[in-house]
């Protein structure tokens, strides 16, 4: 099995993102939790709601949900993950349970909470639509489901940045295939997106695209934050087999790539288009 192929069974999974945890808890997990907030007023969390977070992380949608007073769920199948969120909340004195637990198969009761979400995700998920068919099923009825996706990948910066980087080092790249596309782009089409909601039996779907703005001062910032965001981009430098020389160059190319888009003035915002699904149990 390819490594890869390896990150679709909850084995593969787990270790390699228990291998990035630090480092995301570090570089990624703050960069969301604007957008964690985005998505849970247009949930309409309230305090005092039982809230579940399915691949929680490090906690972009937890931690501002225990913020505004939710009882707080997280559940992700990576331990490192879920320390790394237990620590922050410590920091912050929140009480948010953390639980291990494949989102594919939750080990939770039907209806259950106000409200369940994903921020970048159950999107991941090898089998998407069962991931959304759980977070409905512990749902009350009358609760709600919060899906954070990403967009259209081409609109996607610091993708195109990198993939651009590579090129530099190893020009015959093709960049990510389209048919099908990477699992993080599985659901880029707002019909899709709105048709998984309610094929999971949810109501009132909506779905909304906004755009995520992240800040880079330079390319080492970029560098970590690609490495440590999702197993993927070191897999995808391994499988092409990039030496020392051809990271030294990639990452000299993202710096250039930082600087000409702050232009000198400031860090660079890289921005991404960002769907947010909610629909009523």
């Known amino acids: 099995m390819s490594a890869m192929a390896e ?4 084995e593969g999974a ?3 993102w228990d291998a990035i945890a630090p480092g995301y808890g570090e570089w990624v997990g703050p960069t969301h939790h604007w957008l964690g907030n985005e998505g849970l007023r247009r949930a309409d969390l309230e305090p005092g709601m039982r809230f579940l ?6 906690g972009a949608l937890s ?14 199948i990576a331990p490192g993950m879920l320390e790394q969120l237990a620590r922050r909340a410590a920091a912050e004195q929140l009480a948010i349970e953390t639980r291990v637990m494949d989102g594919h198969a939750l080990e939770l009761e039907d209806a259950t909470f106000d409200l369940a979400g994903s921020q ?4 991941l998920f090898p089998d998407m639509p069962r991931g959304i068919h759980e977070l409905a099923r512990v749902t009350r009825p009358g609760g709600r489901v919060l899906m954070t996706v990403y967009g259209d990948p081409e609109r996607v910066e610091f993708l195109t940045f990198f993939i651009r980087a590579i090129r530099a080092a190893v020009p015959g790249f ?3 295939p389209t048919d099908p596309p990477p699992l993080p782009f599985q659901l880029q089409d707002t019909g899709r997106l709105a048709s998984e909601l309610q ?8 779905v909304e695209t906004i755009v995520e ?15 440590n965001s999702n197993p993927i981009p070191r897999l995808i430098l391994d499988q092409l087999g990039v030496t020392g020389v051809h990271e030294s160059v990639i990452r000299q190319a993202l710096d250039d790539a930082v600087r000409e888009c702050a232009g000198g003035n400031g860090p660079a915002v890289l921005t991404n288009p960002i769907h947010i699904g909610v629909g009523t149990r």
Request: aromatic share 8%; glycine share 14%; hydrophobic share 45%.
């Open 7 to 10: 990150l679709t069974t909850p």
């Open 14 to 16: 787990r270790t390699a």
């Open 53 to 58: 977070d399915v691949a929680a992380g490090t």
């Open 63 to 76: 931690l501002p949900a225990a913020r505004l007073g939710a009882r707080v769920l997280a559940t992700d």
């Open 120 to 123: 970048f995700g159950v999107m």
């Open 174 to 176: 093709p960049g990510l």
């Open 199 to 206: 094929g999971s039996g949810l109501k009132d779907v909506r």
């Open 213 to 227: 703005g992240l800040e880079f001062r330079d390319g080492d910032e970029l560098w970590s934050w690609l490495m």
